[in-house]
């Protein structure tokens, strides 16, 4: 695969290396070319200096032989720009990075599902830990060639789980409702704004993504 990040922070850099080890192409964007001085010799990978958040520099990463577009930038602006701009050029998938939790109704009202909140996740982890919770990270759980993928139902509302027809090695394993989780039986009713997840072979994620992520249009439309 084919990674571009804007951004050369400390999750960047960690990203990166984890991503070369094994085997993905890697690019960084970077307006300040001290840090690429300073990362060029220990990165196997390619750079570019420029401002990720412009048009001009994102079309030269190549964005339809890019599979994800990383906007990690310091700045929670900085990174919806990026995505917004990465988004119009058609970029397969774009997952921004932001701090400040206001930010985030305006990232699902410009359909930034993506969207990651690093502050959320560390404390949450915390929490756990403080009450004495078994923590687990996904990567002890799931190896090898499954992954998970979660869509949020909308047009399915009405069917049962068992009329979804999903493809071989793909099994919906639970979904959340109010926010609440519930396992799932192939009886299990739909409604709308469910949070569904599926538990499947690594090879069905592109297809999930056609069914239930279709591509943005590159054009406007009016």
């Known amino acids: 695969m084919r990674i571009a990040f804007v951004g050369a922070g400390e999750v960047t850099v ?16 970077e307006k300040a070319q001290e840090k ?8 196997d990978c390619s750079f570019l200096h420029g ?7 994102l079309r030269e990463v190549g964005p339809e032989q890019t ?25 397969k998938r774009v997952i921004p990075s932001i701090q400040d939790p ?15 909140l690093p502050s959320r996740t560390i404390s949450r982890y915390l929490a756990d830990m403080v009450e004495g919770l078994d923590i687990l990270e996904l990567s002890t759980v799931i190896k090898g060639e499954a ?23 793909a099994k919906v394993i639970c979904y959340y409702r109010g926010g609440h989780f ?20 690594s090879e ?14 590159t054009n406007d439309e009016s």
Not at 51 to 57: M, N
Not at 204 to 217: T, V, Y
């Open 51 to 57: 401002d990720g958040s412009k048009p001009a520099i």
């Open 14 to 29: 960690r990203t990166a290396e984890l991503l070369i080890e094994r085997g993905h192409e890697v690019i960084i964007i």
């Open 182 to 201: 519930s396992l799932v039986h192939d009886e299990t009713k739909l409604q709308k704004g469910d949070e569904m997840v599926i538990l499947t072979h």
């Open 102 to 116: 206001e930010f985030e109704g305006i990232c699902w009202e410009l359909d930034l599902k993506d969207t990651i």
């Open 204 to 217: 069905n994620i592109g297809d999930l993504r056609d069914r239930w992520e279709p591509k943005q249009s």
């Open 147 to 169: 992954r998970f993928f979660a869509f949020t139902v909308d047009k399915e509302k009405g069917k049962s789980v068992a009329d979804l027809d999903l493809p071989k090695n």
């Open 67 to 91: 599979d994800v577009l990383f906007c990690l930038s310091d700045s929670d602006q900085a990174n919806l720009i990026s995505s917004l701009v990465g988004r119009s050029l058609g970029f």
């Open 36 to 43: 690429i001085d300073d990362l060029s010799d220990t990165l």
